[in-house]
């Protein structure tokens, strides 16, 4: 009897786990597909100074032009992506794409965003920087977004790296900032040009202030001041977060309030 129920219960396991199985290959089969295609690319979200809205940049976010579901965000496939590393070819299709859109001419910069594994491939700075110049796209106008995970797990190589980049003109920004370790005492060591303040952070500056995002936002502007690292609120939604931010000292901002991601034809 136990073991009936058993053979049962694993059966019905075992067609989870083959429906499961069969989704992610179809996913992963999906990915090598678009790559050949060039189903990819950038959509772009504008930077803009808090104190008059001027644009002073952009970010390069990853969409998939996807045959049957449509323009996909890097949240429905990253995760596999990453796993098959696949991610990193999709990576550079877009430094790719936005690197020829640099060399087309416009104003500002573009960053891009690097995941922690692919920074942590060897020849990633001189990588870039080489397709860059093939590009003939301006290394002063790409900057990198990493998190901190990417600083910490071999820190010598980040500062190497990131020593190469920015004296090439590639500068980094750090991104989500305050959701990761925030071991505050490396960040002075590291040459890095901007921190961008985490949404879940700037959601919470409003009317009626979260006094814990408050603090929090008030202490990485600090830090930041005190460091020479210029700052940006990340997912400004309303007019409220944005006077909160501006009032806290923070320089820069990027939010649905100012532009959601769009394709380079309807940039601004
Ligand atoms: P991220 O770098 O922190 O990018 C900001 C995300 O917040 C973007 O989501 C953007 O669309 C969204 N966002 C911007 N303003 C607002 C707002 O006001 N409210 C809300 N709720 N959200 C806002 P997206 O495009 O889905 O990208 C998600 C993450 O995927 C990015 O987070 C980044 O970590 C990663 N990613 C995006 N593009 C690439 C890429 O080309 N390569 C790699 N490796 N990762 C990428
Ligand atoms: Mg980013
Ligand atoms: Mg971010
Ligand atoms: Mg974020």
Same mark, same amino acid.
């Given at each position: 009897r136990a073991k009936a129920l058993g053979r049962g219960r694993s059966a019905v396991f075992d067609e989870h786990m083959r429906e499961h199985a069969?989704?992610?290959? &179809? $996913? #992963?089969?999906?990915?090598?597909?678009?790559?050949?295609?060039? &189903?990819?690319?950038?959509w772009y979200q504008p930077i803009v100074r808090l104190s008059d809205s001027k644009v002073i940049g952009h970010e390069a976010l990853l969409r998939?032009?996807? #045959?049957? =579901?449509? +323009?996909?965000?890097? /949240?429905?496939?990253? /995760? $596999? @992506?990453? &796993? !098959? @590393?696949?991610?990193?070819?999709? %990576?550079?299709?877009?430094?790719?794409?936005?690197?020829?859109?640099?060399?087309?001419?416009? #104003?500002?910069? +573009?960053? +891009?965003?690097?995941?922690? =594994?692919?920074?942590? !491939?060897?020849?990633?700075? %001189? =990588?870039?920087?080489?397709m860059l110049d093939v590009c003939g796209a301006d290394s002063r106008r790409l900057r990198i977004e990493i998190t901190e995970v990417a600083l910490l797990d071999d820190a010598p190589r980040a500062l190497r790296m990131l020593r190469t980049l920015r004296d090439h003109g590639v500068l980094a920004q750090l991104d989500d900032f305050g959701t990761g370790?925030?071991?505050?005492?490396?960040?002075?060591?590291?040459?890095?040009?901007?921190?961008?303040?985490?949404?879940?952070? +700037?959601?919470?500056?409003?009317?009626?202030?979260?006094?814990? !995002?408050?603090?929090?936002?008030?202490?990485?502007?600090a830090l930041a001041s005190a460091l020479g690292i210029e700052t940006i609120g990340e997912g400004i939604e309303t007019d409220a977060q944005r006077l909160a931010l501006r009032d806290l000292g923070c320089e820069y901002g990027q939010g649905y309030l100012f532009g959601h991601p769009v394709p380079a034809t309807q940039r601004g």
């Open positions: 069969m989704r992610l290959l &179809d $996913l #992963e089969a999906d990915l090598r597909r678009a790559i050949n295609r060039d &189903d990819f690319e950038p998939w032009n996807h #045959e049957q =579901r449509g +323009v996909l965000a890097p /949240g429905d496939f990253m /995760g $596999l @992506g990453e &796993d !098959s @590393g696949l991610i990193e070819q999709v %990576d550079w299709m877009l430094y790719q794409q936005v690197a020829m859109e640099l060399s087309a001419g416009g #104003e500002g910069y +573009v960053s +891009v965003n690097v995941s922690p =594994r692919h920074f942590r !491939s060897a020849d990633f700075a %001189d =990588r870039l920087l080489r370790f925030s071991a505050l005492s490396y960040l002075h060591n590291f040459p890095i040009a901007t921190l961008k303040i985490d949404r879940s952070f +700037v959601a919470g500056l409003h009317g009626e202030s979260s006094p814990e !995002s408050m603090a929090v936002t008030r202490a990485i502007l």
